[in-house]
């Protein structure tokens, strides 16, 4: 068996269970999983506050629209206000470099942030994209957010909003489009259990893993 370390990132539409079906796959792998831990790591090696990292987590452009462009971080080693202000880009160096650290470190799964193309240089990743038909999502939103069904469709298109432009601005591939990834996949057509297993297997072709590894995972 192969033991070299890989990477599984995933990029998702908002609702379509992207999240569930990749701590799945870490728990089945037997690897870390990244999700908003990587907001959490960035903010610690930095020193600037979490709350910066969450508030533009996934978002481009939020700085210039709220900030006026820059905005000063307070944190550990944290000087005068002229001297130590933030961007948009600088906020995505800093996370990408603690995407980076996690990679070399250990197997994990990594939940959007641009991953895929922070870490194109790395031989052995799997890019995939998690779609879901329309009424799925709505559902899932209105139970993970308790909003009705008009408030969960605007959550749905907003949130793809977002993604869309903060991964078509900061990578080379399109977000969402099927040859930026190695897979896409419509989590309606076989649920999301079902779209653990397809999507295990296509892993295990892709990095030449055997056959049933991740199926027995403790």
């Known amino acids: 068996m192969n033991t070299e370390k890989f990477v599984i990132n995933i990029g998702r539409q908002l609702g379509s269970g992207g999240r569930i079906i990749g701590k799945q796959l870490a728990h089945d792998f037997g690897i870390a999983y990244y999700d908003k831990e990587i907001l959490t790591m960035a903010a610690k090696e930095s020193g600037i506050c979490a709350e910066i990292f ?39 160096r800093i996370q990408s470099e603690a995407i980076r650290k996690a990679a070399e470190r250990e197997s994990c799964v990594f ?4 991953a895929d193309y922070v870490l194109r240089d ?53 977000w969402g489009a099927a040859d930026t990834y190695h897979l896409c996949i419509n989590s309606s ?26 199926d027995t995972a403790e």
Do not use: W
Request: glycine letters at 12%; charged letters at 25%; one cysteine or more.
């Open 111 to 114: 939940i959007g942030r641009c």
């Open 189 to 214: 057509v076989l649920g999301e259990a079902g779209t653990t297993e397809f999507i295990k297997q296509f892993i295990r072709l892709k990095l030449g893993l055997p056959a049933g590894y991740g």
């Open 54 to 92: 969450e508030k533009s987590d996934e978002h481009k452009g939020l700085f210039r629209t709220v900030f006026g462009g820059i905005f000063p971080f307070f944190g550990s080693g944290a000087g005068d206000f002229y001297n130590n202000q933030i961007s948009d880009e600088s906020l995505f």
């Open 122 to 174: 790395m031989p052995r990743c799997v890019n995939i994209f998690i779609s879901a038909d329309l009424n799925d999502r709505v559902r899932r939103i209105m139970d993970y957010n308790h909003v009705d069904e008009h408030a969960a469709r605007k959550m749905a298109e907003r949130g793809d909003e977002n993604r869309a432009n903060f991964y078509n601005f900061y990578s080379s591939g399109t």
